[in-house]
């Protein structure tokens, strides 16, 4: 950590455009497979990805824990930590419908809850999100 200022903490973390994006899938594509990671059409690298998901592993931001349906694969899934960061990704998404000349179409899977009514939106990807991620762990 190279200071002690709030901003910088959270930029070391998750302050790159692949970890954010590996959030989003997990949040809002159900992506939670190594290969669905890969198949998103930003393109990533493997081993920017392995890097990636081994950072947010350490950080306690996801887990990974060997996959029920398939014993050859680990599935990812997102703490109450990363799940903390769904205000950060709807923020930068309704900066950027606001801002941006040209957006594809699944904005609306991320920013659409939230666009009609902030705080409604957020209780309810959060409570998804949750049953999704926290409760098929238990």
Not at 47 to 52: E, F, G, H, S, V
Not at 99 to 117: C, F, Q, S, V
């Amino acid at each position: 950590m190279r200071s002690d200022c709030p901003l910088n903490f959270g930029l070391e973390i998750f302050g790159d455009k692949w970890t954010l994006l590996i959030i989003r899938d997990l949040m809002f594509f159900g992506k939670r497979y190594y290969g669905e990671f890969l198949e998103s059409e930003e393109g990533i690298s493997t081993n920017i990805l392995a890097d990636r998901l081994a950072m947010l592993e350490k950080q306690k931001i996801i887990v990974k824990k060997k996959s029920s349906t398939h014993k050859q694969k680990y599935i990812y899934s997102l703490t109450q930590k990363g799940i903390d960061l769904l205000p950060v990704i709807i923020t930068i998404g309704l900066w950027s419908d606001q801002y941006a000349t040209k957006l594809n179409p699944h904005r609306d899977i991320i920013i659409g809850e939230a666009k009609k009514n902030y705080t409604k939106g957020l209780q309810v990807v959060t409570k998804r999100l949750q049953q999704a991620h926290l409760q098929e762990r238990d």
